[in-house]
């Protein structure tokens, strides 16, 4: 009944044992509170004098208080180990996020990793304060109070003993219908929060096409299908406290009424009867308290299940390369490239051969979906080939495994269609990869990449506060801050841009291409792009057609060969044409 996967928690074992250790101490508190109660009662009942049954309170007070204090014991135990397993699992689960990088975010939506992250390592600390000492009174105390029972009165004892596995019989079947219900919950709870995030980011787009009411309504449409899913769990959870209190209740009276009969006939002695009945509301204490949590942290239960399944993702294979720079004699040779990604039925790119060298300029271009953002992503060693087809990469005439290589991921950086600005200050947003450059540094790469004019004009600078709820700024401003970020470290020899220029107007495209034009020099570049005007400034380019590479050369040579290249530049062309015309 107790969830095994708990104890793949480091250091459980112990607690548990020393909560067991903790009930033991509890039931045998709870039987001398009995004693002493009863006796005290028995005696005012026999009108007795003080003296006769002061001393019986004065033991029943103290047995009360040190299971006060016992119990305070427990929950001091149970939050420390609560409160350390959830933080380290948060560390863990941030590591692993920053170890499977962009695609798991794709995988699992950011709404539901946030909710995992957050709200269900709560949930997770709370399952773990109640569910171990609730598990160690359920295994310990009824057992002692049986065991007190049938010493006194052996068929009050039996009934006690038939009624158990009754219960735990009810218990498993409303907790298998709970589980069920609560899953399906927990999958509601993700998809709203997915949901709800994606509006959120959304928000402009939806405004801008008029959708957003109708967006909105289908937010409220998810969220009144996870409150129903919500009561659905309520229900079950109540029908099972139900069944717990009427069954309990039920052996309680009827264990009252053959205890009076007993009396009546003289078979039992007062004493025995009252004490009977005063400890048996003990004994199935821990059992209804197990089943109100388990039902209130089915939640923390699905939630650990999740982070255990998250934690088991297999780490990605990191290459191993000694340092290096790139240079002007550096290559890159690579063949065999296919990628898969997960559930995808086709190759996104399929057995892909080309070579990097020295200072180039590579420009990848191909249709939308041909797979020019893969590539850059396998490039940068964010996404790992399908090692079934045995891709071979060599560096400078060396075989590498793989380009996941701190030292490869070093000599890197990535500009993508939307750099992500932090809420920082605009300082701040562009020495983030280099926190210790000097303020001279960071105020030269901004001169460099065509910000100075945008920085005079703010009243703090470079102190600017920009990203959420804070100053926006255009795309063109987001590309140079982006820029400056990579450019600042001067170490980053190989440059790739996923159509940097993509968002931009002509006059935006067109300003900063002549920023970044002279800072492509002493760099190998590789850049993805629609747009055929960059094209005039590479020496070689890659031709993309679902996801395989169908051409590549210079651009004389493509534009003589009247091959898959003069194709998708006619088609290009005559795209153009028709969206102009619309237009017109
Ligand atoms: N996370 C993903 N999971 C499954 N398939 C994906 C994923 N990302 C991309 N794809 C698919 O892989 C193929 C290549 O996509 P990719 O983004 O590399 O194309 P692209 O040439 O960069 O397109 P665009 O010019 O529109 O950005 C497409 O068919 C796309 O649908």
Do not use: C
């Not at 044992?17 to 039931?27: A, E, H, K, N, T």
């Not at 171990?132 to 052996?154: A, Q």
């Not at 053959?258 to 025995?272: C, D, E, F, Q, S």
């Amino acid at each position: 009944m107790i969830d095994k996967q708990i104890f793949k928690l480091q250091g459980v074992r112990q607690v548990f044992l020393q909560l067991i250790f903790v009930s033991l101490i509890s039931g045998i508190l709870s039987i001398i509170q009995t004693v002493f109660l009863t006796d005290a009662l028995v005696k005012i009942w026999l009108q007795r004098n003080s003296s006769a049954w002061f001393l019986s309170v004065l033991f029943f007070l103290f047995a009360f208080t040190s299971r006060q204090l016992i119990n305070y014991f427990r929950d001091q135990v149970t939050n420390r180990f609560s409160s350390t397993q959830t933080s380290t699992l948060k560390k863990m689960i941030d590591q692993k996020l920053y170890e499977q990088g962009p695609d798991l975010l794709n995988e699992k939506g950011s709404g539901s990793l946030l909710t995992l992250d957050y709200e269900g390592i709560d949930q997770v600390k709370t399952y773990l304060q109640n569910i171990l000492s609730r598990s160690s009174d359920m295994f310990v105390i009824p057992w002692i109070i049986l065991i007190y029972v049938i010493y006194e009165n052996w068929f009050s004892g039996l009934i006690l003993f038939l009624v158990f596995p009754l219960i735990i019989f009810f218990m498993a079947i409303l907790g298998i219908a709970a589980q069920k219900k609560s899953d399906q919950q927990y999958t509601g709870f993700e998809l709203l929060n997915n949901h709800f995030v994606d509006s959120i980011r959304g928000l402009e787009t939806l405004k801008m096409l008029g959708v957003s009411q109708r967006y909105g309504r289908s937010v409220v449409s998810v969220s009144e299908n996870y409150r129903r899913k919500t009561m659905r769990v309520l229900r079950v959870a109540f029908t099972s406290s139900f069944a717990l209190d009427f069954f309990t209740t039920l052996s309680i009276a009827i264990e009252a009424v053959m205890l009076g009969i007993a009396l009546i006939n003289g078979k039992v002695a007062l004493t025995a009867a009252l004490s009977v009945l005063i400890i048996s509301p003990d004994y199935f204490l821990p059992l209804r308290q197990f089943g109100e949590d388990y039902h209130a942290n089915l939640n923390g239960k699905n939630a650990l299940h999740r982070i255990f399944v998250l934690l088991a993702k297999p780490a990605p294979v990191v290459a191993e390369m000694n340092d290096f720079i790139w240079s002007d004699h550096t290559s890159l040779t690579i063949k065999n490239l296919n990628f898969t990604y997960e559930n995808a039925a086709n190759k996104a790119l399929t057995n892909v051969n080309f070579k990097l060298t020295a200072f180039s300029k590579i420009g990848i271009i191909g249709s939308s979906g041909s797979g020019k953002t893969t590539l850059l992503n396998l490039l940068a060693g964010f996404l790992q080939a399908d090692s079934s087809e045995n891709p071979s990469f060599i560096l400078n005439g060396q075989r590498i495994n793989g380009l996941n290589a701190h030292a490869w991921q070093r000599q890197i950086g990535y500009i993508p269609q939307d750099p992500y600005i932090f809420s920082a200050s605009i300082a701040e947003n562009i020495a983030f990869y280099r926190p210790e450059s000097s303020l001279a540094e960071i105020k030269k790469i901004s001169e460099r990449v065509g910000l100075t004019n945008f920085l005079d004009q703010l009243p703090d600078g470079l102190n600017t506060r920009i990203g959420e709820a804070q100053r926006g700024i255009s795309g063109g401003q987001m590309q140079r801050i982006a820029l400056a970020r990579t450019l600042l470290d001067q170490k980053r020899k190989i440059l790739l841009f996923d159509e940097p220029t993509a968002h931009l107007d002509i006059e935006s495209e067109y300003a900063l291409k002549q920023t970044i034009q002279p800072l492509m020099k002493d760099h190998l570049v590789i850049f993805a792009t629609h747009r055929l005007h960059w094209l005039e400034q590479m020496d070689w380019i890659l031709v993309l057609k679902d996801g395989r590479l169908v051409e590549q050369g210079s651009l004389t040579d493509l534009k003589n060969a009247d091959g898959e290249f003069s194709k998708l530049l006619a088609k290009m062309a005559s795209e153009r044409q028709l969206h102009e015309s619309k237009n017109d």
